[in-house]
């Protein structure tokens, strides 16, 4: 089991109660391109090594996976095809099925949008019933947020608070937040994976509110993962150790890839260097010829 909570650390799995994330996303800057198929394999991905931890230890039942993914633009830098992406949605939902995984689209100001809308079909078609698509605009955040946390077994609950004085009395009321009473109580792995591509600047303070609420109302022993994607992936609650360690690793194998490539074209340089020629073979025996008839 130690193993297991020393590999969920590395892997950028925090407890929801000491997690960074709310204050890593805060400090992030939005640029570039979207990537969000690859973002998208990348979380899931993830949530099939630690469901395989688990079912190694026979803890899987005891948890719930949700995969929280928002973008506000069409996919124009993933390395991964919409049809691979359709193939491997299909895959995963065969492991993960919707008792184990449940994931959620939401699309920021992408309502008119129809190629989109018509490749987030596919993609909730190819995932069965594990997943739900919601195209909003940027008012609607932080509301479909909350409509997340109610399905996946948090619901909400109104209070009424008056305030009075000697002018006026104004009613307000409060929202609260409280987890579903279930017969089987379930610790939830929510994944964050949110698009920070140039285009998400004005949103993005939304958005991380937004979090940082759900976050608020997660238990103590609930898992939490952050990813973010512009035209690269980012586990952003991944350790700097195993970050460091990928890094060196990467440039490990491209000096390699670079060594060997070098070593196989000089070999072939030489190689055609020192090759028989019939040609200059040819040549030669031509000349010796014209010698001797001289």
Same mark, same amino acid.
């Given at each position: ?246 890094? +060196?690793?990467? *440039? =490990? @194998? !491209? /000096? $390699? &890839? #670079? %060594? +060997?490539?070098? *070593? =196989? @074209? !000089? /070999? $072939? &340089? #030489? %190689? +055609? ?22």
């Amino acid at each position: 089991m130690e193993e297991i909570v020393v590999s969920m650390s590395l892997l950028g799995f925090e407890t929801a109660e000491s997690s960074r994330l709310r204050y890593l996303l805060r400090n992030i800057r939005c640029e570039g391109t979207t990537a969000f198929r690859d973002a998208v394999v990348k979380g899931n991905e993830l949530m099939l090594q630690l469901f395989s931890m688990f079912l190694k230890v026979g803890i899987h039942e005891k948890f719930q996976f949700v995969h929280v993914v928002l973008t506000d633009g069409a996919d124009c830098s993933s390395q991964i095809s919409h049809l691979e992406f359709l193939k491997y949605q299909a895959y995963i939902n065969s492991q993960l099925p919707p008792s184990i995984l449940k994931t959620f689209y939401i699309g920021v100001g992408l309502e008119n949008d129809y190629k989109v809308s018509e490749q987030m079909l596919q993609i909730i078609q190819c995932s069965g019933e594990s997943a739900q698509y919601y195209p909003i605009n940027s008012n609607g955040i932080n509301e479909i947020f909350q409509k997340i946390q109610m399905e996946i077994g948090i619901q909400i609950q109104q209070k009424g608070l008056l305030i009075q004085n000697d002018q006026m009395t104004i009613g307000l009321m409060q929202q609260q937040y409280k987890p579903v009473i279930q017969l089987k109580v379930n610790n939830y792995i929510v994944l964050f994976t949110l698009d920070i591509s140039g285009s998400m600047s004005s949103n993005w303070p939304k958005v991380c509110n937004a979090v940082s609420s759900f976050l608020d109302n997660l238990g103590k022993n609930d898992l939490v993962l952050g990813i973010t994607f512009n035209s690269e992936v980012n586990i952003i609650t991944m350790s700097d150790q195993l970050k460091k360690q990928i890094t +060196n690793q990467t *440039q =490990t @194998y !491209n /000096q $390699t &890839q #670079t %060594y +060997n490539q070098t *070593q =196989t @074209y !000089n /070999q $072939t &340089q #030489t %190689y +055609n260097q020192n090759k028989y020629s019939p040609k200059d073979s040819v040549v030669k025996n031509e000349d010796q010829c014209c010698c001797s008839i001289f």
